[in-house]
C-alpha cells in the first residue's frame, strides 16, 4: 500500500461547483498534515494546515479522520484560479511525505 | 523579498559530466531540502540538513551529494549524472522543519541528462 494514495484526477468542474478531493494515508501515527497547492510544474506552496479534526480557511475546508485515515479537502464556489494539481501531504515524526496530487481544471 | 532561489532553472547536460544545482534563501531558515519530481510520483525527497555542518539522506540520495556550509546555501551536487536523474528538482527551506514550520520552495530546476 502506497504511503499516501490520492485519485489524480483530473476533476473538470464548472465555475461555482464545489469540489472534494480525498486523500488516505498508511501510518497510523502520522499527526500533522497539510494541503499543497501546486500550479502546473511549478513551485508547491503550503495551502493549509490541519493538526486537529479539520480547518476552514475561506472557501476551503479541510477535515480529517484518523480512525479511517483520510482526510478531505473541500473547495466551494470554485474559481478558474483554483485550478491547479492539490498535494496530500501527512508528517510522519518530521518527514513529509508527498501524495502525487489531485488535478483540478475549473472550466468557465 | 523573502525567497528561495535555484539557479538554474534549466539545464542540459550529458551522461557523466559533473554538475552543481544552487540553492539559497534570504530567510535565516535551519532547515533546507532537495526533492525531485516525477510524473506519477509524489516528491521525493533526497536529502536533508537540520543546519549548518548537518545533512542527512532522505529516501532517494542515491547519485546526488550536499553540503551546508552556511546557513543561506545548500548545493545540490550530482558527480557523475545519468539519464535516470533526468527531473525537476525543488529546494525547499523552513524555519525550524517540519512539521512545526511551513516548508518554502524554490522555483524549481528542470535537468534533463542525454
Known amino acids: 500500500r502506497k504511503e499516501v494514495e490520492q485519485d489524480p484526477g483530473p476533476f473538470n468542474v464548472p465555475e461555482g461547483a464545489t469540489v472534494a478531493f480525498n486523500c488516505t494515508y498508511s501510518?497510523?501515527?502520522?499527526?500533522?498534515f497539510f494541503w499543497y497547492r501546486q500550479d502546473c510544474r511549478k513551485e508547491p506552496k503550503l495551502l493549509m494546515s490541519?493538526?486537529?479534526s479539520g480547518n476552514e480557511d475561506g472557501r476551503f475546508t479541510a477535515q480529517l479522520n484518523r480512525a479511517s485515515q483520510y482526510i478531505s479537502l473541500l473547495i466551494r464556489d470554485s474559481k478558474l484560479s483554483d485550478s491547479a494539481t492539490y498535494l496530500c501531504v501527512p508528517d510522519q515524526g518530521g518527514k513529509l511525505i508527498f501524495g502525487q496530487g489531485t488535478e483540478l481544471s475549473v472550466k468557465p | 523579498e523573502a525567497q528561495v532561489t535555484q539557479n538554474p532553472r534549466y539545464l542540459i547536460t550529458v551522461t557523466g559530466k559533473k554538475l552543481t544545482v544552487t540553492c539559497s534563501q534570504n530567510m535565516n531558515h535551519e532547515y533546507m531540502s532537495w526533492y525531485r519530481q516525477d510524473p506519477g510520483l509524489g516528491l521525493r525527497q533526497i536529502y536533508y540538513s537540520m543546519n549548518v555542518e548537518v545533512t542527512d539522506k532522505g529516501d532517494v540520495p542515491e547519485g546526488y551529494k550536499v553540503s551546508r556550509k552556511e546557513k543561506r546555501n545548500f548545493p545540490l551536487i550530482l558527480e557523475s549524472p545519468s539519464p535516470n536523474q533526468t527531473s525537476l528538482y525543488f529546494c525547499?527551506?523552513?524555519?525550524?522543519?517540519?512539521?512545526?514550520?511551513?516548508?518554502?520552495f524554490g522555483n524549481g530546476t528542470r535537468l534533463t541528462v542525454t
Open positions: 490541519v493538526y486537529s
Open positions: 501510518n497510523s501515527a502520522s499527526q500533522s
Open positions: 525547499a527551506s523552513s524555519l525550524r522543519g517540519p512539521p512545526n514550520s511551513p516548508l518554502h
